[in-house]
């Protein structure tokens, strides 16, 4: 098991946030993805978690510098934030 932390980008408190959510090793967060993740942990953790979370994440499963997400990469990945959380809030209401 590869732990979170030996991600590009992600430290021992990024692993900590992660784990609160059930992920627990950067294969799981590779299973799952940076933005269901995020959404995870947004919903989790209803404030204190931003945007560089998310690039942060996805740059650590491309083993890239978060810095290295291009303005479209980052607008694709709000855009999948925000269908994934509109599916959550609809699910909600059932």
Known sequence: MVAIS???NLGE?????????GIKSA????????????VLLKRHYQKGISLNFLYAMEAGLRNIHWQDIT??????LQTQVEALM???????KL
């Open 27 to 38: 294969e799981e967060l590779r299973q799952v993805g940076a933005v269901e993740a995020y």
């Open 6 to 8: 030996s991600l590009k």
């Open 71 to 76: 303005i479209d990469e980052k607008l694709v």
């Open 13 to 21: 408190k990024s692993a900590e946030q992660l784990l609160t959510v």
């Open 86 to 92: 509109e599916i959550y809030q609809n699910y909600d």
